[in-house]
């Protein structure tokens, strides 16, 4: 049975809470979900987004909406890791929740030194968003495997 953990966090300054349900559906593949706020429209944060993507060789966009950045990430050893970037306008303000995941393509990246992390966190800090205004994130060991193991390169 999959390890299952809810993680509620509240930021007072947006009005709401963040509910992240559920665990990984495979526990077989390395992962990490994280979940950021910002007092920032949607739309900046998706242009934001995509243009880093863009920016950074390791990565390839799939598809983009304005709600969903998927990409895939190519890491120095050759793995392949899946990333969406999924948006929602947070009720209150003129801000945006952004959920990010990253899944490894294969089995034996299970024990990955924070490569699924560091693939959502590079994205978000090379765009600026982590210094747009109400910047916050959450995770946990729990959600994203490995967060804290090692610094992102
Ligand atoms: C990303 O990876 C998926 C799954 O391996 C594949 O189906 C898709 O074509 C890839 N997208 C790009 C742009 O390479
Ligand atoms: C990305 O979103 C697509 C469509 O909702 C989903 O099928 C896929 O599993 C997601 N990938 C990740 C890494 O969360
Ligand atoms: C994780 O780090 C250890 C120690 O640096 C290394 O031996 C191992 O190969 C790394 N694993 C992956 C999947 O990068």
């Given at each position: ?11 007072l300054?947006?009005?709401m809470?963040?509910v992240i349900?559920?665990?990984p ?7 990490c979900?994280i979940v950021?706020?910002?007092?920032v429209?949607c739309?900046?944060v998706?242009?934001?987004?995509m243009?880093q ?6 990565y390839?966009?799939s ?8 990409a895939?990430?190519?890491s120095?050893v050759?793995?392949v890791?899946s990333?969406n970037f ?14 990010g ?5 294969f089995?034996?990246s299970?024990f990955?030194n ?12 090379g ?6 205004p109400g910047?916050?994130?959450f995770?946990n ?5 490995g ?7």
């Open positions: 049975m999959a390890v299952r953990t809810l993680v509620v966090a509240c930021a300054f947006l009005g809470c963040v349900n559920g665990g559906t495979e526990m077989t593949h390395a992962f979900r950021w706020l910002l007092a429209p739309d900046q998706n242009m934001a987004l243009t993507i863009k920016a950074m060789g390791s390839k966009l598809s983009v909406t304005p709600d969903l950045i998927q895939n990430h190519t120095a050759g793995q890791e990333v999924t948006m929602i306008p947070t009720a209150m303000s003129m801000g945006c929740h952004i959920e995941s990253s899944i490894s393509a089995w034996f299970l990955d924070g490569t699924n992390y560091c693939n959502l966190h590079n994205v978000i800090q765009s600026g968003l982590t210094k747009a910047f916050m994130e995770t060991e729990w959600l994203c495997l967060v804290g193991l090692s610094p992102c390169k």
